[in-house]
T-cell receptor, first 115, second 113 residues
Framework: AQSVTQPDIHITVSEGASLELRCNYS??????LFWYVQSPGQGLQLLLK??????LVQGIKGFEAEFKRSQSSFNLRKPSVHWSDAAEYFC?????????????FGQGTTLQVKP | DTGVSQNPRHKITKRGQNVTFRCDPI?????LYWYRQTLGQGPEFLTY????????KSRLLSDRFSAERPKGSFSTLEIQRTEQGDSAMYLC???????????FGQGTRLTVV
């Protein structure tokens, strides 16, 4: 069955430290992969996406993610975290052929940033 | 373009009442999606439309739920005879046809008391 796993429910990092959020997926075909961020009580904002091509993708707010097919992973990274990055982060896989709005989401990782 | 708009933002209703939510997608987007998100979980797909046609419904969408997109523009999601288990954030998203990302609205928070 198709699924997305985010192993870390909650992560705390100090401001200025580097960040890596893990995401593993299970999907039979070439996946379309996404990271979204959600602030409390708000909708989801797209950080970055992978459809094909270069496996290292750049997103907004200084985030990047690397697609590793052999590990079925799509981990999100940021070299230096800012206090405003505190939020919930969701990894998702697009499950429809040519329909990348139909998504399966992971459970999410809550990021707390210490001053 | 103001993005995907959802109304109301918050709704409190008594168990057994009917509620209706509205979603206005980005104007040129022909695909529209509904998701439900419960506390501490990721969003779960409910249904999607391409133009006015409802092309897929999740098993999560019980008979008490109905969604429409009558003219291929805005959409409504109605829940009849609400139950406490329906309390959740209901998210709407829209996208263009093809391999493009979905843009989400801010959601409607439903509380059933």
């Amino acid at each position: 069955a198709q699924s997305v796993t985010q192993p870390d429910i909650h992560i705390t990092v100090s401001e200025g430290a580097s960040l890596e959020l893990r995401c593993n997926y299970s999907y039979g075909a070439t996946p379309y992969l996404f990271w979204y961020v959600q602030s409390p009580g708000q909708g989801l904002q797209l950080l970055l996406k992978y459809f094909s091509g270069d496996t290292l993708v750049q997103g907004i707010k200084g985030f990047e993610a690397e697609f590793k097919r052999s590990q079925s992973s799509f981990n999100l990274r940021k070299p230096s975290v800012h206090w405003s990055d505190a939020a919930e982060y969701f990894c998702a896989v697009g499950t429809g052929s040519s329909n990348t709005g139909k998504l399966i989401f992971g459970q999410g990782t809550t990021l707390q940033v210490k001053p | 373009d103001t993005g995907v708009s959802q109304n109301p933002r918050h709704k409190i209703t008594k168990r057994g009442q009917n509620v209706t939510f509205r979603c206005d997608p980005i104007s040129e987007h022909n695909r529209l999606y509904w998701y439900r998100q419960t506390l501490g979980q990721g969003p779960e797909f409910l249904t999607y439309f391409q133009n006015e046609a409802q092309l897929e419904k999740s098993r999560l969408l019980s008979d008490r739920f109905s969604a429409e997109r009558p003219k291929g523009s805005f959409s409504t999601l109605e829940i009849q005879r609400t139950e406490q288990g329906d309390s959740a954030m209901y998210l709407c998203a829209s996208s263009l046809y093809g391999n493009t990302e979905a843009f989400f609205g801010q959601g409607t928070r439903l509380t059933v008391v």
